[in-house]
């Protein structure tokens, strides 16, 4: 059976950082696509980043580019969310989804697997 497990999440100051991490177990991590996807409260869930297979190549919403890294390490089947300069508008529930097509997409239909998340909250 194959399990996403998320963690890091934590309340950080507005400006701080965080490092997300999730570990997957059940399956090859090293061939599925990973992604990060956050819903806010009262808000539909969204994409923030992915990391394809096998060029590792990545993907980001506009409104995290330059502030977020997503980076996998395929020796521990885990991947990671670093986020910098956080802001109010970055909480949300963060969740980290595979995809066994290895593309790395934007849309949450491609991701076959979720974990159940990890809340980020951003205070003033």
């Known amino acids: 059976q194959v399990q996403l497990v998320e963690s890091g999440g934590g309340l950080v100051q507005a400006g701080g950082s965080l490092r997300l991490s999730c570990v997957s177990s059940?399956?090859?991590?090293?061939?599925?696509?990973m992604g990060w996807f956050r819903q806010a409260p009262g808000k539909e869930r969204e994409f923030v980043a992915a990391i394809g297979w096998p060029g590792g190549n990545t993907n980001y919403k506009d409104a995290v580019r330059g502030r977020f890294t997503i980076s996998r390490d395929n020796s521990k089947n885990t991947v990671y969310l670093q986020m910098n300069s956080l802001k109010l508008e970055d909480t949300a529930i963060y969740y980290c989804?595979?995809?066994?097509?290895?593309?790395?997409?934007?849309?949450?239909?491609?991701?076959?697997?979720w974990g159940q998340g990890t809340q980020v909250t951003v205070v003033s």
């Open positions: 059940g399956r090859t991590f090293s061939t599925d696509a």
């Open positions: 989804a595979a995809d066994d097509h290895g593309l790395g997409s934007p849309l949450e239909v491609k991701y076959d697997v």
